[in-house]
C-alpha cells in the first residue's frame, strides 16, 4: 500500500505519465525510426568521438553519413524524372514549329502564358475558378500539407536519434539507477544483452538492405544485358531498380513484392502494346523468376534472419517480422522485432529475478 502522504504524488504521476503516453502515441512510429537511425548511425558516431572528441560534431557528422547518401540518391531520381518531363514538354509545348532544346525553355513559355493571364483576371473571376475547381485545390494543398507533415516527422525521428547518439548512454545509467535500485548489477546486464540484440538486429538490417541493393544492381544489369530485348530494356534505370531493392528489403515480406510485381506488370503491358508479347513471354518469365529468387527470396528468407538476429533463434526473429506488421501495421516493423528482443532476454533473467 502507499503511504497516505505520497498518494497526491502517486496519482499526479500517473496522470503525467498517462498524458506522457497519450501526446507520444500518435509519434510511435517517429520514436522507433529515430531508435531505428540512432543505432544505425551509432557506430559511425563511436568513431568519430574518438577522433574528434565532441559528442556534438560527432553525432551531426553520423547523421549526415545516413541522409547525404539519401539526398543523392533522390536528386539523381529528380533529375530523371526533370528529364522525362523535359520531354514530355518538348513534345507538347513547340515553339513556332521549332522544338526547344531545354526543358526550361518550355517551362519558361508555360509560366509566361500563366503570368500574362494572371494580370487579366479579376478577384471575382479568380473566386470562381477556384469554385470550379476547388477539387483540385484541395488535392494540391492536401499534398502539400502531407510533404509538410512528412518532413516534420522526419526532422523529429533525427532529432531523437541526435539526442540518443549525445546522451543515450546518461539515460540508459538514469533508468538503472533511478528504477533498478536493489539490483542494478542484474539491470545493468539485461539492457547491455537487450542493447547488443537491438544493435545487431538493426544494423543486420541496414547490412541486409546494403546488400540486397548491389545483387539488386548486378542482378538488373545481367538481365538486361543478356536476356531482355531492346523493346524491353531498363537501361539508365537498372541501378535505380537495385537501389530501391534494398531501400524495399526494410520491409520484410511485402517490401520487394512493391518492386518486381509492377516492374513484371510493366514488361507484360509494354510487350503486349508492341505485339510482341506471345514471342517474349519467356524472357519475361525467366527475368522476373531470377529477380524473385536472388533480390527477393534469398535476402529476405535466408540473409535477414541470420545476419540481423545473431544471438537470438532465426525462426524467432522471421516471425517477429510476420506477426509485428499483422498486429501493429506498418510499425510492426520495428516494433516485432523489438518486442521479441525484450521478451527472449527478460526470459533469461527471469530464474535469477525469481530467486532475488
Known amino acids: 500500500m502507499i503511504n497516505k502522504k505520497k498518494r497526491p504524488y502517486a496519482v499526479i504521476g ?5 498524458l506522457l503516453f497519450y501526446m507520444l502515441l500518435p509519434f510511435i512510429d517517429v520514436i522507433l525510426l529515430g531508435v531505428f537511425v540512432y543505432y544505425v548511425t551509432r557506430p559511425v558516431y563511436r568513431s568519430f568521438v574518438r577522433v574528434i572528441k565532441s559528442e556534438t560534431a560527432s553525432a551531426v557528422i553520423a547523421l549526415l553519413f545516413l541522409i547525404l547518401p539519401l539526398i543523392l540518391f533522390f536528386a539523381y531520381l529528380v533529375s530523371m524524372a526533370s528529364a522525362e518531363l523535359n520531354n514530355a514538354l518538348l513534345s507538347a509545348f513547340p515553339t513556332g514549329g521549332e522544338t526547344n532544346s531545354t526543358m526550361g525553355a518550355a517551362v519558361s513559355g508555360i509560366l509566361a502564358q500563366l503570368s500574362e493571364s494572371s494580370k487579366t483576371l479579376t478577384y471575382e473571376e479568380a473566386v470562381s475558378l477556384l469554385k470550379d475547381n476547388k477539387g483540385a485545390a484541395w488535392a494540391a494543398l492536401g499534398a502539400v500539407s502531407a510533404s509538410l507533415m512528412l518532413l516534420f516527422r522526419v526532422f523529429i525521428a533525427l532529432t531523437i536519434a541526435y539526442y540518443l ?5 546518461k539515460l540508459r545509467s538514469w533508468a538503472i539507477t533511478s528504477l533498478f535500485k536493489d539490483d ?3 539491470a545493468e546486464r539485461f539492457f547491455k544483452n537487450v542493447d547488443s540484440n537491438f544493435h545487431s538486429l538493426f544494423i543486420g538490417n541496414m547490412l541486409s538492405a546494403v546488400i540486397t541493393a548491389v545483387v539488386g544492381c548486378v542482378v538488373f544489369l545481367a ?3 543478356y536476356l ?3 523493346e524491353l530494356s531498363i537501361g539508365k534505370y537498372a541501378l535505380v531498380l537495385g537501389v530501391l531493392c534494398g531501400m524495399a528489403n526494410l520491409i520484410p515480406g511485402i517490401g520487394m513484392k512493391l518492386i518486381w510485381v509492377p516492374l513484371a506488370a510493366h514488361f507484360v503491358f509494354k510487350a503486349y502494346l508492341l505485339g510482341v508479347l506471345f514471342g517474349i513471354w519467356w524472357v519475361i518469365l525467366l527475368s522476373i523468376a531470377i529477380v524473385v ?3 527477393d ?3 529476405d528468407l535466408l540473409l535477414r534472419p541470420y545476419i540481423a538476429g545473431r544471438g537470438i533463434h532465426t525462426g524467432l526473429i522471421l516471425l517477429s517480422y510476420i506477426f509485428g506488421p499483422l498486429v501493429f501495421g506498418f510499425v510492426g516493423l520495428l516494433l516485432g522485432p523489438m518486442i521479441m528482443v525484450v521478451a527472449i532476454n527478460l526470459g533469461r533473467i527471469l530464474p535469477e529475478i525469481r530467486e532475488g
Open 228 to 230: 531482355l530485348p531492346p
Open 297 to 299: 527470396w534469398i535476402p
Open 293 to 295: 529468387v536472388f533480390v
Open 14 to 18: 500517473l496522470a503525467a505519465f498517462g
Open 223 to 225: 538481365i538486361d544485358h
Open 184 to 186: 542494478q548489477k542484474l
Open 165 to 169: 547518439l549525445k546522451d543515450g548512454h
